[in-house]
């Protein structure tokens, strides 16, 4: 008897083992497991017919979007409740962990959040997602058009967006005042350089900081020439004229008129940036509007003193923005409710409560600019506090110069080569000019 | 009664001959075996063929095509020799400081002179316990490139001006190898550790007799006597270099600057999941294997490990 005992514990021992072993490999991919979640939350109904969905995205601010939705949706549509399971993963590792399960045929959720560097890689070969167009095409003409085109391809629109990204310059009120520069006379880059050379003169900041880990610093800047990564036709345009001399000049800025700097930690998204901003390092950065969130949450001491003003202008008649960067949602084919899940979207992201939720909650600039004008728009919240009454005002002064970026499934390589190499070996190593640099990337793509 | 007897006994014979199948000396090892061998099958061997496979293809969801060699005609590119020659600097630097550091302290710690060899011996290990991405955020912390990080007052006091850590290349890979060698010392003093005691002391009573010194003793019977243990710990040093992956990610998880950090675990990561490219990933990831195939069995030739074994 005690034999077998002993040989009985060996054995589930053994399996406990075994187990143990299998789910630490796991990595959190499948879809009952919230393991290495930044965030879970179930959101809605709790009552046995409600539907259960889920949802993945990479930034624990846009649950705040669904759940605002969910209770909508729930008291509008009692007969059919929502439940919603909302997972908020890191960047990569929730990037990542999509593409494994759609690539495996299992374990996606129903709804997820992609980020526009790397939607691309989602429409490769036949995209597992599925078309929005029945409830896109309707309302299509309210929204910047463009938006949907960046997550659309053979004429399917696959993910609704979540803002429009149009690139604005924030100033620092406080130290542009101590300069003694009016903010409202910069135009154009010209005047942006010469102000910048009585802020660097008059106080101890710096006027602007240039991203080397990140494209944000360069692509509005040249978008906004109408220039871009890549022509109408998907043909690769990177070492183009503009962009080169548009590299050129942001050296220039650092090294000749000395007036910008590299940003600290190497993006306007790393602490040590956060840091040096709110102790008032740069009188300006030049960002897109869905930047405001960092502001509010990351760097409260500039609370009252930044406003938000139209990007300088290369010419006379330049435009002064561009649109930026982008989050499309989407509906994976391996939901169980297809009809439900992209009802439910829809209700999300296109309609104008959900729009103004955008704004309300995120301070993103709603993709459907028809709500731009409401008045609903213009009640207070914490961005309003944060930057001044004026941020629409601003905005709508530009609504006809946002151009569209043309992405390709090359993009990902883009970003990849100007955030290790070009910008790097240009603007901080300086040990290759802009053209080497933007050719060389040029012919690395191109190799791929 | 008879009636009885024979139904125990039908009862219990299938319970004995099982009990009696699985305790059999042919059937034992297997049953003892089987769950490693089950899981070489399923997680490495099954993972190796279909990776193989895998980097004759291009794999997209649905359409999967094999495309012949071409994903190993891109290999030769800068970047993976930007990768690969980080890695094999890596490999060398951690090779020689983790072998001969943990060596010299793993003599000292096991030497009578040395008081609270326990607490050093302890304090040493302690690192391996921690998970490589947490030391790395911290030691994100500690190298930021600010004048106020810990490393840069550190270096200020040598009149040095507060350095960029994260973006050069030199200072970079001291970075990893810091942190790499901050991780597995501790490991790697316990290997030490474990040969320095099976080293008989009558070696180095017989040399103290004829009026060795301490330099001597470790010259002619410690590094002879630790000659299993040493190539050991540089097998395993030189393959764990080339898998290295967290310790760049840790410092820079979205590329690093010129690739100064990119290895080529960190290529595949790159290529594989970021660029959706999994069949091209999965040919790095091949050839990676080679290198260190044929690296490991150089390595076992010239240290006459493999002879003595055959």
């Avoid at chain 1, 009985?8 to 399996?15: A, D, E, G, K, P």
């Avoid at chain 1, 008649?317 to 994976?332: E, F, L, Q």
């Avoid at chain 1, 499934?409 to 883009?414: A, E, G, Q, R, T």
């Amino acid at each position: 008897m005690k034999k077998r005992s002993l040989f009985i514990l060996l054995f589930s021992m053994l399996f406990v083992i075994l187990a143990a072993c299998g789910k630490g490999g796991g990595g959190g991919s499948s879809e009952d497991s919230a393991e290495g979640a930044d965030a879970t939350e179930v959101i809605g109904s709790e009552s046995e017919d409600a539907t259960e969905l889920n949802f993945w995205t990479f930034n624990e601010l846009h649950i705040n979007i669904f759940e605002d939705a969910v209770k909508r949706w729930n008291e509008e549509f009692p007969d059919r409740p929502i439940s919603l399971k909302a997972e908020a993963y890191p960047y990569d590792n929730m990037h990542n962990n999509l593409l494994l399960a759609l690539q495996s045929g299992t374990g996606a959720p129903d709804i997820v959040d992609i980020e526009l560097g790397r939607f691309p890689n989602y429409l490769q070969g036949e995209p597992q997602l599925l078309p929005m167009n029945e409830y896109v095409e309707p309302v299509k003409e309210n929204f910047i058009e463009s938006r949907f085109d960046i997550y659309a391809k053979d004429g399917n629109y696959y993910g609704l967006p979540t803002h429009v990204g149009a690139t604005v310059a924030f100033y620092n009120k406080e130290i542009m005042d101590a300069a003694g520069v009016d903010i409202d006379s910069i135009e154009t880059w010209d005047d942006y350089v010469e102000a910048g050379k009585k802020v660097v003169e008059n106080t101890d900041a710096t006027m602007t900081t240039l991203e080397t880990g990140d494209y944000w610093s360069y692509w509005p800047l040249i978008k906004q020439q109408g220039s871009d990564f890549f022509d109408e036709n998907g043909e690769l345009t990177l070492a183009n004229e503009t962009n080169i001399e548009t590299l050129d000049f942001m050296h220039r800025l650092i090294y000749e008129e000395k007036i910008a700097e590299i940003t600290p930690g190497g993006g306007h998204h790393e602490e040590e940036y956060y840091g040096f901003m709110n102790d008032g390092g740069a009188a300006s950065v030049i960002m897109p509007m869905w930047y405001m969130g960092r502001f509010t949450d990351y760097m409260e001491d500039l609370k009252g003193k930044m406003v938000i003003r139209p990007m300088p202008k290369w010419t006379e008649d330049g435009n002064r923005s561009a649109g930026a960067g982008g989050t499309g949602t989407v509906v994976t084919n391996q939901t169980e409710h297809p009809e439900l899940a992209k009802e439910f979207l829809a209700y999300t992201k296109l309609s104008e409560e959900g729009n103004l939720a955008l704004w309300e909650i995120m301070g993103f600039d709603p993709p459907m600019w028809t709500v731009w004008e409401k008045p609903e728009i213009r009640e207070d919240n914490k961005y309003y506090q944060y930057f001044g009454t004026d941020i629409f005002d601003t905005l709508l002064s530009v609504r006809e110069e946002i151009d569209s970026i043309n992405i390709t499934d090359k993009n990902p390589l883009v970003q990849e080569q100007l955030s290790t190499n070009v910008f790097n070996n240009v603007l901080r190593s300086e040990n290759q000019s802009a053209e080497e640099a933007l050719k060389e990337a040029e012919a690395a793509i191109e190799n791929n | 009664m008879i009636e009885r007897a024979v139904s125990t006994t039908n009862s219990s014979r299938p319970k004995r001959s099982i009990k009696g199948f699985f305790l059999s000396r042919k059937v034992v090892p297997y049953v003892f075996v089987s769950p490693f061998i089950l899981s070489f099958l399923l997680l490495f061997l099954y993972p190796l063929i279909s990776g193989v496979v895998m980097s004759f293809q291009t794999i997209l969801p649905g359409q999967t095509t094999f495309i012949g060699t071409s994903n190993y005609e891109r290999i030769l590119n800068p970047t993976f020799f930007k990768a690969l020659s980080n890695t094999t600097v890596y490999v060398i630097l951690t090779t020689v400081i983790l072998t001969i550091v943990p060596m010299v302290l793993a003599t000292m710690l096991n030497s009578k002179f040395v008081r609270f060899s326990n607490v050093f011996r302890a304090s040493l290990f302690i690192p391996a316990l921690t998970s490589t991405i947490v030391a790395g955020v911290v030691f994100r912390l500690m190298f930021g490139e600010s004048e106020a990080s810990l490393a840069n007052t550190v270096v200020g006091f040598f009149g040095v001006e507060p350095l960029e850590w994260k973006f050069g290349a030199a200072t970079g890979m001291f970075l990893m190898v810091l942190l790499a060698t901050w991780k597995w010392l501790g490991v790697n003093i316990l290997y030490f550790m474990a040969g320095l005691a099976n080293v008989p002391r009558e070696l180095y009573e017989a040399a103290e007799i004829d009026g060795a010194g301490i330099f001597n003793k470790f010259r002619h019977i410690t590094l002879p006597m630790l000659k299993p243990i040493t190539v050991y710990v540089v097998t395993i040093t030189i393959i764990a270099g080339f898998r290295m992956y967290e310790e760049s990610y840790v410092f820079w998880p979205e590329g690093s600057p010129g690739n100064i950090g990119l290895t080529i675990v960190g290529y595949i990561y790159q290529q594989g999941f970021r660029m959706n490219d999994l069949g091209f990933g999965a040919a790095i990831g091949v050839v990676l294997m080679l290198i260190i195939f044929v690296i490991s069995i150089l390595q076992l030739t010239l240290s006459g490990t493999l002879k003595k074994g055959g």
